[in-house]
């Protein structure tokens, strides 16, 4: 068949990517006579240049009737492969990646430190950055090549007393010091302030630029406060603890409700008991959490061979998961997940505050309702009208906080559904009178129930069963 005529049988199409090429039939008759050659010329002279399908093409020509009836693919290009993305490699080993306790194959979890002091010198390399590489170009079947792609590249998160070279492929240590990982990963390198022994009157409160080591217990009344970690080998008791950083607390918290301990990243401790904890990331206990107010922006995990949460208020914005939630006596202990325990407050306040302004301006218009008869009726003197004017202006502007504070609710409420995440595993017991919330639903454990999970689904809080 001449080359022309393949034109009224068939027709081929490119994909809008340009990474393959169909043939169909336009028609077929008995005439239809093509040899693997034409047909690749015909190919060709539509553009389709590259990764030609040749047996596919012999195929068509030496069974035509099994190939006239659907859509053939002939030709496949190849896409670039995506480049490696660049990263960060440090010295050495700064922190767990992950800040979560790592679980054995038996199931118990090895409560390794959250916050590792690592010791360096001025001048010391802290950490490279390793480029991001290209991948491999692609070509089209048009036999257009697609160019190579570059992976993301890396950027150090500079912190307090390190510096990068010109390149910015290197972090240096500018002072002697811990490294010490804050909020947002930075990268920080901290002088130490060590106390040998208690934080009583003897030593005072601390107020630390750096990374704070107790050798003993922090009494009650007293403040520690540091930009860097804050690592206590003791106990405290109802202290003001806060730190840019992590805090672990070897001995345990018994607060008697006084103080609070406040963390930008992780708070790690054997036990808490009547006391407000906060941390940024990761609330991590090996025995107890009793009576306590605790809510952490990512996880409480409380898993150790007690694993115990009972009593109080615990907050978790993806995770708590314990051995043993409740006890027999059916204390009443609520585990919220599923939001930030800031937006739940904050959804509060607004609430409030929109009742007040709501208030505030149904006696401005009562006010202003008087005022505006009175005008009709010319009898306003200049005090009056100018009182009317600041009603008036006091009245736009307490509607506009009013549609700003309904907004900002409607965005919280808008969070509270967001619960996919979410979820409160026990891998022991929970016993009754222990109430479950996940974002905007609530749930009474009324009976004990052994190794569950519970998260959202459709509207409702279920329990599935707990596969550790």
Do not use: W
Request: hydrophobic letters at 40%.
């Amino acid at each position: 068949m001449e080359d022309h005529l393949l034109e009224t049988y068939l027709r081929i199409q490119i994909s809008a990517d340009k990474l393959s090429a169909f043939l169909t039939f336009n028609r077929i008759t008995e005439d239809f006579d093509c040899t693997p050659g034409q047909l690749e010329r015909f190919v060709r002279s539509k553009g389709v240049v590259y990764g030609i399908r040749t047996s596919v093409l012999s195929e068509i020509c030496s069974n035509t009737l099994a190939y006239c009836k659907e859509q053939t693919i002939i030709a496949v290009g190849h896409p670039a492969t995506p480049g490696k993305d660049g990263s960060i490699r440090y010295a050495y080993e700064l922190q767990d990646k992950s800040q979560r306790p790592a679980e054995l194959e038996d199931g118990k979890v090895d409560f390794k430190e959250v916050s590792r002091l690592k010791n360096v010198k001025r001048g010391q390399l802290i950490a490279e950055r390793i480029e991001a590489m290209f991948g491999s170009s692609g070509m089209m079947v048009t036999g257009d090549e697609i160019p190579a792609k570059q992976g993301k590249q890396a950027r150090f998160k500079v912190g307090k007393n390190v510096v990068v070279n010109e390149t910015q492929t290197a972090m240096y240590a500018l002072i002697d010091g811990l490294v010490t990982i804050t909020d947002k990963e930075k990268v920080n390198v901290f002088p130490v302030y060590e106390v040998n022994g208690d934080v009583d009157y003897r030593v005072g409160n601390i107020d630390f630029v750096g990374t704070v080591v107790i050798r003993g217990n922090v009494l009650s009344g007293f403040r520690v406060k540091a930009s860097g970690d804050i690592r206590v080998i003791g106990g405290v008791e109802g202290a003001e603890m806060e730190s840019e950083g992590s805090i672990e607390i070897t001995g345990g918290i018994m607060a008697g409700n006084k103080g609070y301990i406040k963390a930008q990243k992780n708070v790690k401790s054997s036990f808490i008991q009547d006391s407000n904890v906060i941390a940024g990331e990761d609330v991590l206990v090996s025995q107890s959490i009793m009576h306590s107010n605790v809510r952490a922006g990512r996880n409480v995990v409380c898993q150790g061979a007690k694993g115990l949460i009972v009593g109080g208020s615990i907050q978790a914005v993806e995770q708590v998961s314990a051995r043993v939630i409740g006890n027999t006596m059916s204390t009443a202990t609520a585990i919220e997940v599923g939001v930030r325990p800031e937006s739940r407050s904050e959804l509060q306040e607004l609430r409030l505050k929109l009742r007040q302004h709501m208030d505030a301006i149904d006696k401005t218009s009562k006010a202003l309702a008087i005022l505006d008869q009175q005008a009709a009726m010319d009898q306003l003197n200049d005090q009056k009208m100018a009182m009317r004017i600041k009603l008036g202006a006091t009245r736009r502007q307490t509607t506009a906080e009013i549609d700003q504070i309904r907004e900002r609710i409607l965005e919280i409420e808008k969070t509270l559904e967001d619960t996919d995440k979410a979820k409160v595993d026990v891998s022991h017991t929970v016993y009754g009178g222990i109430k479950i919330v996940i974002g905007r639903y609530t749930r009474f454990i009324k009976d004990p129930v052994q190794r569950v999970s519970f998260r959202y689904s459709e509207g409702d809080i279920v329990q599935l069963p707990l596969f550790t």
